[in-house]
């Protein structure tokens, strides 16, 4: 927890929790404290997840916190597994902004650069686990747009990088690096950008560590988190975020000359390991299906066709990472904090630039 969080535990929330619950709270637990304050309200009947946003959440690119409660409240009658939200809360004076609560789903994520929890260490279970993350991703984007069209808005690739390139020149008049190389790859991507691209109901940020895993040997996906970055886009692009992860067989490690003159060694040493075992390492073991396969599953269940456009829609996935991941730099040095950021934004410029100009 942060200095700047407030004290969870008072009497005017567990008074307020109590009366709205109607049973009383026993415990609040911090989960995590990034962009979102998450914690575990405990209560005589049961367990929930209080949402808070915290600074960073409170700009254009994620929706706000109502939206996404609303968000949520449509999601609850369809199929797909998510938190169901239970009450919304804007009295600011309780934990210093609005909150929500939701269902607690049981459940592990999968951070980046990390392996499966250990009892899904073998091939069949690492194939369960590619399976259901591609079927509930085609399952998201099959949904019936409709109840969503006034809580999302709407954006191309080609916007997408627009807005993502602006804010490159934001943060560097704050940082002093300008990204040739990741600008280079942007002018790449508006030249060619998909025209007329499908429209679907797209999660924004699907990748492993926004999912929950459960299950003793079989893995069963149990809850999708995070949708503050929700809208209508081309679905491609998600599925680009997931694959970017994927390592197949024969698949390259980069030379990292350029970031071993720039950078020390203990402050590589996790681009390190991404570089030779891949974003999510448990892709290139045993039993986890490649690239190829899980395209093909996509587009038998969405209808879409994807797999002519992989290189843009993987190269536009590692730009959007690393874009996101230089405005996370911006703001640790506007509030004074240090931050380790610079050495992961230019490896993963050094990933997109590679999808561009080797991939087939």
């Given amino acids: 927890m942060t200095d700047s969080t407030p004290s969870l535990r008072t009497p005017e929330l567990d008074s307020y929790l109590s009366d709205r619950l109607e049973t009383a709270v026993t415990g609040i637990e911090v989960l995590n404290d990034g962009l979102n304050l998450v914690a ?3 209560t005589d009947e049961g367990r929930y997840v209080l949402r808070r946003p915290n600074k960073l959440r409170h700009t254009e690119l994620f929706n706000d916190l109502l ?13 797909i597994p998510a938190p169901s939200p239970v009450l919304f809360c804007d009295d600011e004076s309780l934990l210093g902004d609005a909150f929500f609560l939701t269902t607690y789903l049981d459940g592990e994520t999968v951070p980046l650069g990390t392996d499966l929890p250990e009892r899904f260490r073998t091939p069949g279970a690492r194939r369960r686990v590619a399976h259901h993350l591609v ?5 998201i984007h099959s949904l019936d747009p409709e109840p969503f069209e006034t809580v999302c808005g709407r954006t191309t690739p ?3 990088v627009t807005h993502a390139t602006a804010r490159l020149d934001a943060a560097a008049s704050v940082t002093g690096r300008n990204l040739p190389r990741l600008r280079r790859v942007g002018q790449w991507l508006r030249r060619n950008a998909p025209a007329g691209p499908e429209t679907a109901l797209v999660h924004g940020d699907y990748r492993p560590g926004n999912v929950l895993f459960a299950g003793n040997d079989r893995p069963e996906l149990t809850g999708v988190l995070d949708w503050e970055t929700a809208m209508f886009g081309d679905p491609r692009t998600e599925l680009g975020y997931l694959l970017l992860r994927w390592r197949d067989d024969g698949d390259p490690a980069l030379p990292l000359d350029d970031l071993n003159a720039t950078y020390p060694d203990d402050a590589l040493r996790e681009v390190q390991v ?6 999510a390492p448990f892709t290139a073991a045993p039993g986890s299906p490649d690239r190829g396969e899980l395209i093909a599953r996509y587009e038998d269940q969405t209808g879409l066709t994807y797999e002519a456009d992989d290189r843009f829609y993987r190269a536009h996935a590692a730009f959007m990472l690393a ?11 506007e509030t004074g904090a240090e931050s380790d950021w610079p050495p992961h934004v230019d490896y993963m410029a050094m990933v997109a630039e590679s999808i561009v100009e080797h991939d087939s």
Avoid: C, F, K
């Avoid at 991404?274 to 974003?279: D, H, I």
């Avoid at 996101?324 to 040095?333: A, C, G, I, S």
């Fill in 274 to 279: 991404a570089n030779e075992r891949g974003l």
């Fill in 135 to 139: 079927d509930v991703l085609a399952a």
């Fill in 323 to 333: 874009t996101v991941w230089e405005d996370l730099h911006r703001h640790r040095l």
């Fill in 40 to 42: 575990a309200v405990s």
């Fill in 67 to 79: 939206r996404e409660y609303r968000l949520l409240e449509r999601l609850r009658p369809t199929a």
């Fill in 158 to 160: 080609r916007e997408q």
